[in-house]
């Protein structure tokens, strides 16, 4: 059974900075791509960013290229994802998640999903 846990959501001033950490567990990873999308209040949930498990390939949303960073730890089975210059629009709650083979902005085409943590900036 794999998990997907998060950490590090909170409450932050615009302009403010929180890293936010996902640890898997249950099975090991070797290929296939890591993920956080994130969910406002009646909105869909809409991608992030995503990296490789090779760590060769990223993308971002426009939304948050230049001030969100993804990075993964795969020996610890740990991604993580570095969001500064922060905006009350980036309020949501955030999602990582796991697609074992390739890579997609889909939320439909990933396989395991955290329960989420929520982040509110405010203005």
């Known amino acids: 059974q794999v998990q997907l846990v998060e950490s590090g959501g909170g409450l932050v001033q615009a302009g403010g900075s929180l890293r936010l950490s996902c640890a898997a567990s249950?099975?090991?990873?070797?290929?296939?791509?890591v993920a956080w999308f994130r969910q406002a209040p009646g909105k869909e949930r809409e991608f992030v960013t995503a990296?490789?498990?090779?760590?060769?390939?990223?993308r971002y949303a426009d939304s948050v290229k230049g001030r969100f960073t993804i990075s993964r730890d795969n020996a610890k089975n740990t991604w993580y994802l570095q969001m500064n210059s922060l905006k009350p629009e980036d309020t949501a709650v955030y999602y990582c998640?796991?697609?074992?083979?390739?890579?997609?902005?889909?939320?439909?085409?990933?396989?395991?999903w955290g329960q989420g943590t929520q982040v509110t900036v405010s203005s």
């Open positions: 990296i490789t498990w090779s760590g060769i390939s990223t």
């Open positions: 249950g099975r090991t990873f070797s290929s296939g791509s």
């Open positions: 998640t796991i697609k074992t083979v390739g890579s997609s902005s889909s939320p439909r085409d990933y396989n395991y």
